[in-house]
Nanobody
Framework: QVQLVESGGGLVQPGGSLRLSCAAS??????MGWYRKAPGKQRELVAT???????NYADSLKGRFTISRDNAKNTVYLQMNSLKPEDTAVYYC?????????WGQGTQVTVSS
């Protein structure tokens, strides 16, 4: 079972930035990604990235968020800029290996004055 350890969440002011990290317990040769769930809303895609670096973003977030990965460290990152209160959510890391989706425990991001 692949274990995912997330870090970098917290409280930030509107317009600020955060960088989330997700470290996998072993090499991931398929996709990794970030999803989020706000209170009262369903979980939604933020961004995904393949091992070769190709990316896919939610249209509403493209330009503010950037996903990247370091395969040597088995780690995926999410750089979040120009944060808005509506970005407040629990952010979940996902890694796919051998056809199975593995999920992190989630990290809270709160954007508030």
């Amino acid at each position: 079972q692949v274990q995912l350890v997330e870090s970098g969440g917290g409280l930030v002011q509107p317009g600020g930035s955060l960088r989330l990290s997700c470290a996998a317990s072993e090499s991931i040769f398929s996709s990794m990604g970030w999803y989020r769930k706000a209170p009262g809303k369903q979980r939604e895609l933020v961004a995904t990235i393949e091992r070769d670096g190709s990316t896919n973003y939610a249209d509403s977030l493209k330009g503010r968020f950037t996903i990247s990965r370091d395969n040597a460290k088995n780690t995926v990152y999410l750089q979040m800029n120009s944060l808005k209160p509506e970005d407040t959510a629990v952010y979940y890391c996902k890694a796919r290996k051998w056809g199975t989706d593995n999920w992190g425990q989630g990290t809270q991001v709160t954007v508030s004055s």
